[in-house]
T-cell receptor, first 113, second 113 residues
Framework: GESVGLHLPTLSVQEGDNSIINCAYS??????FIWYKQESGKGPQFIID?????DKRQGQRVTVLLNKTVKHLSLQIAATQPGDSAVYFC????????????FGTGTLLAVQP | DSGVTQTPKHLITATGQRVTLRCSPR?????VYWYQQSLDQGLQFLIQ???????AKGNILERFSAQQFPDLHSELNLSSLELGDSALYFC????????????FGSGTQLSVL
């Protein structure tokens, strides 16, 4: 029978190009955001995080931008490599004292050699 | 390697049965989380424990229960299994259970036949 699954947005880029993955979050009260990378058959792997008192944070080859006005988060990957191919999830923390991370549906990044 | 250990990696069982998934958090982490990842629902937060006590609850069915033991390992019990319970179950851990990044295990793939 037909399988039903999430339709993941896909971003296809050439090796060496910069990638931008976008995420709209849902709760204006969320104060902590994380990007995770998930490769096939593995658990989500932490990439970078940002708190709501910041609008930009840089890591190694990655930058996260936060726009609280429009509840938008983006992940920029510089000089994308084949090893960057994976599903990328943004997650927001609703919870304050708890750490109830709510994940978005994910974006599949496909890097073409 | 995230330092979070989950067993077993794969589990195949029949409808109506009961299974237990086990998780050992990273050394020093006090908080454990359980997530369910299915094709049609994405990554869903189930429950969080901190130092043996339940801290936050998400979309966890009444047929499911969890606990965190004094040595900080956790178990997720799934009973009266249905076909729709087939999914990847991830455990994650964090240091204090507050606004901080989670480290995920490799998951347990549950197949209910």
């Amino acid at each position: 029978g037909e399988s039903v699954g999430l339709h993941l947005p896909t971003l296809s880029v050439q090796e060496g190009d910069n990638s931008i993955i976008n995420c709209a979050y849902s709760n204006s009260a969320s104060d902590y955001f994380i990007w995770y990378k998930q490769e096939s058959g593995k658990g989500p792997q932490f990439i970078i995080d940002i708190r709501s008192n910041m609008d930009k944070r840089q890591g190694q080859r990655v930058t996260v931008l936060l726009n609280k006005t429009v509840k938008h988060l983006s992940l920029q990957i510089a000089a994308t490599q084949p090893g960057d191919s994976a599903v990328y999830f943004c997650a927001e923390n609703y919870g304050g004292a708890t750490n109830k991370l709510i994940f978005g549906t994910g974006t599949l990044l496909a890097v073409q050699p | 390697d995230s330092g979070v250990t989950q067993t077993p990696k794969h589990l195949i069982t029949a409808t109506g049965q009961r299974v237990t998934l086990r998780c050992s958090p990273r050394s020093g982490d006090l908080s454990v989380y359980w997530y369910q990842q299915s094709l049609d629902q994405g990554l869903q937060f189930l429950i969080q424990y901190y130092n043996g006590e339940e801290r936050a609850k998400g979309n966890i069915l009444e047929r499911f229960s969890a606990q965190q033991f004094p040595d900080l390992h956790s178990e997720l019990n799934l009973s009266s299994l249905e076909l729709g319970d087939s999914a990847l179950y991830f455990c994650a851990s964090s240091a204090t259970g507050g606004n901080e990044k989670l480290f995920f295990g490799s998951g347990t793939q549950l197949s209910v036949l």
